[in-house]
């Protein structure tokens, strides 16, 4: 007991007062992209940013062995097509065998495995009840396990998607948190769960989303941290931001379970600067920065006071992902495809030193594919469009993207260079039944970007997920391809679209 206390302390030493809070600062590492920068160049970014924190949605075992000696705390996944597996005990210990242990993780040339995600987003409204009921077995089973192979100081969590709790229309604050009427038995074992094994209570919070759904209806600066208005007011409380008013409906939530002492963790957060009006460098910078001061602040909020572990959303853009969610999809990154940061951002929330990208990035050749000056027939440039588009991604040109307003003929040039670069810059993948050149010029204009792809590395195999070397192929919903997929972070905005509407 003494011994847990101290431990306890100790973790909340390190992450308040250092005020080195990029030290509790984690990111999300997807691989849903047609080609990926070598890990060990990666790691080395990491390092140079102080970021000590990674998660995954799987077990990327080519990662992970890469990871391996790193010192880095990471948190693997359990994709929610495995969660009907994981309800056989002998598949949970299997899994931990195979995917945890071989990984040595409580030795220092191992990768220090921390948390292992159960599912992702499994009580997502767009499943349905596809995975009520095979969470909480697979939870309980792959703790079993850890706690058997004498692991048990790696927690099984469930990363939730932030609509799972809400507040009754009559009373809607956060203080008045509850968890939603349709899932609530299946979340109370959960926490039972949650708590006998000391794990933390993981969320995935997304104001852009709110102001996405909420089309122009959304009160915009509530979205981020530098607003002058409170919209939300609870009791003595003032809240300016939809982030912190999530947080405490959940956390309102729980108490209101009586698990007001459980951790919570913010499993993803972020913004994306492409593929809708919203999303850009100017928008994302104003929300990341702000968020970070506000949490490297380590205030909290009013009831939850203190600092917050969080986990960006994401690492770096990722063209294979589904576009289901929107066209920004994407383009979630804090760096580029590349490994290139897209603005300042301070992970110290101080506006001073900001992120580094990836060093010594090998790029294909030189070459861009584009459309021939003289091709005016629009009907041909449009069929050819839709079938590089359908094969790649062109997301960076659609109306109010940074390449969406470029004419007729460069449209076509984006979405030729686009698949060209996707297909490794094969000279058969640039014709297009002879609408198409090759060119060493680079067309790029203004905040649009015509980019070469990166040299393909063997040594990283594609993971299990599948991946946008076949693009265009159909992510299966439910498994890890769809990353985080489709999520309603509605909750305490609907109140807000209402006061407007009225
Ligand atoms: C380990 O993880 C990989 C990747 O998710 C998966 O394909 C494999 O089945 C897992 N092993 C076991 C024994 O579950
Ligand atoms: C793994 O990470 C935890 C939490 O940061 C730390 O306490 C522990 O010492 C690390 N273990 C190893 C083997 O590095
Ligand atoms: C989940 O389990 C409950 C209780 O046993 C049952 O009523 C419900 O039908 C199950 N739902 C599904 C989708 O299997
Ligand atoms: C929560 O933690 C506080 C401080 O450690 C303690 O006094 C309180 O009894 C705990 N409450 C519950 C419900 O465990
Ligand atoms: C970013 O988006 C906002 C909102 O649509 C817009 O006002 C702003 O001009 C954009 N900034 C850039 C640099 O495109
Ligand atoms: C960060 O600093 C730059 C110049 O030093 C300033 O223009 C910008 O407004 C600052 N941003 C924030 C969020 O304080």
């Given at each position: 007991?003494?011994?847990g206390w101290w431990l306890f302390c100790s973790f909340l030493v390190m992450c308040l007062?250092?005020?080195?809070?990029?030290?509790?600062?984690?990111?999300?590492?997807?691989?849903?992209?047609?080609?990926?920068?070598?890990?060990?160049?990666?790691?080395?970014?990491?390092?140079?940013?102080?970021?000590?924190?990674?998660?995954?949605?799987?077990?990327?075992?080519?990662?992970?062995?890469?990871?391996?000696?790193?010192?880095?705390?990471?948190?693997?996944?359990?994709?929610?097509?495995?969660?009907?597996?994981?309800?056989?005990?002998?598949?949970?210990?299997?899994?931990?065998?195979?995917?945890?242990?071989?990984?040595?993780?409580?030795?220092?040339?191992?990768?220090?495995?921390?948390?292992?995600?159960?599912?992702?987003?499994?009580?997502?409204?767009?499943?349905?009840?596809?995975?009520?009921?095979?969470?909480?077995?697979?939870?309980?089973?792959?703790?079993?396990?850890?706690?058997?192979?004498?692991?048990?100081?790696?927690?099984?969590?469930?990363?939730?998607?932030?609509?799972?709790?809400?507040?009754?229309?009559?009373?809607?604050?956060?203080?008045?948190?509850?968890?939603?009427?349709?899932?609530?038995?299946?979340?109370?074992?959960?926490?039972?769960?949650?708590?006998?094994?000391?794990?933390?209570?993981?969320?995935?919070?997304?104001?852009?989303?709110?102001?996405?759904?909420?089309?122009?209806?959304?009160?915009?600066?509530?979205?981020?941290?530098?607003?002058?208005?409170?919209?939300?007011?609870?009791?003595?409380?003032?809240?300016?931001?939809?982030?912190?008013?999530?947080?405490?409906?959940?956390?309102?939530?729980?108490?209101?379970?009586?698990?007001?002492?459980?951790?919570?963790?913010?499993?993803?957060?972020?913004?994306?600067?492409?593929?809708?009006?919203?999303?850009?460098?100017?928008?994302?910078?104003?929300?990341?920065?702000?968020?970070?001061?506000?949490?490297?602040?380590?205030?909290?909020?009013?009831?939850?006071?203190?600092?917050?572990?969080?986990?960006?959303?994401?690492?770096?853009?990722?063209?294979?992902?589904?576009?289901?969610?929107?066209?920004?999809?994407?383009?979630?990154?804090?760096?580029?495809?590349?490994?290139?940061?897209?603005?300042?951002?301070?992970?110290?929330?101080?506006?001073?030193?900001?992120?580094?990208?990836?060093?010594?990035?090998?790029?294909?050749?030189?070459?861009?594919?584009?459309?021939?000056?003289?091709?005016?027939?629009?009907?041909?440039?449009?069929?050819?469009?839709?079938?590089?588009?359908?094969?790649?991604?062109?997301?960076?040109?659609?109306?109010?993207?940074?390449?969406?307003?470029?004419?007729?003929?460069?449209?076509?040039?984006?979405?030729?260079?686009?698949?060209?670069?996707?297909?490794?810059?094969?000279?058969?993948?640039?014709?297009?039944?002879?609408?198409?050149?090759?060119?060493?010029?680079?067309?790029?204009?203004?905040?649009?970007?015509?980019?070469?792809?990166?040299?393909?590395?063997?040594?990283?195999?594609?993971?299990?997920?599948?991946?946008?070397?076949?693009?265009?192929?159909?992510?299966?919903?439910?498994?890890?391809?769809?990353?985080?997929?489709?999520?309603?972070?509605?909750?305490?905005?609907?109140?807000?679209?209402?006061?407007?509407?009225?």
């Amino acid at each position: 007991m003494a011994k847990g206390w101290w431990l306890f302390c100790s973790f909340l030493v390190m992450c308040l007062s250092i005020s080195v809070q990029v030290e509790c600062i984690g990111v999300n590492w997807g691989t849903q992209s047609s080609h990926s920068l070598p890990p060990k160049g990666v790691l080395q970014m990491l390092k140079d940013n102080g970021i000590h924190k990674v998660k995954f949605f799987d077990v990327e075992t080519p990662i992970l062995k890469a990871l391996a000696g790193s010192g880095l705390d990471v948190m693997i996944g359990v994709p929610n097509h495995r969660l009907a597996d994981m309800g056989d005990y002998n598949k949970a210990k299997q899994f931990v065998k195979e995917n945890v242990t071989s990984f040595n993780p409580t030795s220092k040339d191992g990768v220090n495995i921390t948390m292992v995600g159960i599912g992702n987003e499994p009580f997502l409204q767009a499943y349905k009840d596809l995975y009520i009921n095979l969470t909480l077995p697979a939870l309980e089973n792959v703790q079993r396990a850890l706690d058997e192979a004498k692991l048990g100081h790696i927690k099984a969590t469930i990363p939730f998607n932030g609509d799972i709790y809400t507040a009754p229309y009559t009373h809607y604050v956060p203080s008045a948190g509850k968890f939603r009427d349709d899932i609530r038995d299946a979340v109370l074992p959960i926490l039972k769960a949650l708590d006998k094994s000391k794990a933390p209570f993981m969320v995935n919070i997304y104001p852009y989303l709110a102001l996405y759904q909420g089309q122009g209806n959304f009160p915009i600066d509530y979205a981020f941290f530098d607003g002058t208005d409170a919209p939300v007011i609870d009791g003595e409380v003032k809240y300016d931001n939809l982030y912190e008013a999530n947080l405490d409906t959940l956390a309102a939530a729980l108490t209101g379970e009586g698990f007001g002492n459980m951790s919570i963790i913010v499993g993803e957060i972020g913004w994306p600067t492409d593929g809708d009006i919203n999303a850009n460098a100017s928008m994302a910078s104003r929300f990341m920065n702000g968020m970070m001061k506000r949490v490297a602040s380590g205030k909290g909020t009013a009831l939850r006071p203190g600092y917050t572990e969080i986990y960006l959303f994401g690492l770096l853009d990722e063209d294979g992902k589904s576009v289901d969610p929107g066209d920004f999809e994407r383009h979630w990154g804090i760096l580029t495809y590349d490994g290139q940061p897209k603005y300042d951002f301070d992970l110290k929330g101080e506006n001073k030193t900001f992120v580094k990208g990836v060093k010594d990035v090998k790029y294909l050749e030189k070459k861009y594919c584009i459309a021939k000056a003289d091709v005016t027939d629009k009907k041909a440039l449009d069929e050819a469009i839709s079938y590089a588009c359908d094969r790649t991604d062109c997301t960076a040109s659609v109306p109010g993207a940074s390449c969406g307003s470029l004419d007729d003929n460069a449209k076509a040039s984006y979405a030729f260079n686009s698949y060209f670069q996707t297909m490794n810059q094969a000279k058969e993948n640039c014709d297009f039944g002879g609408l198409a050149e090759i060119t060493d010029k680079d067309i790029s204009q203004g905040t649009c970007k015509f980019s070469i792809q990166l040299a393909d590395i063997p040594a990283t195999p594609p993971t299990a997920a599948p991946k946008a070397s076949s693009p265009g192929a159909t992510p299966v919903e439910g498994s890890a391809s769809t990353g985080r997929p489709l999520q309603m972070a509605l909750a305490l905005s609907a109140i807000i679209l209402a006061s407007i509407v009225l």
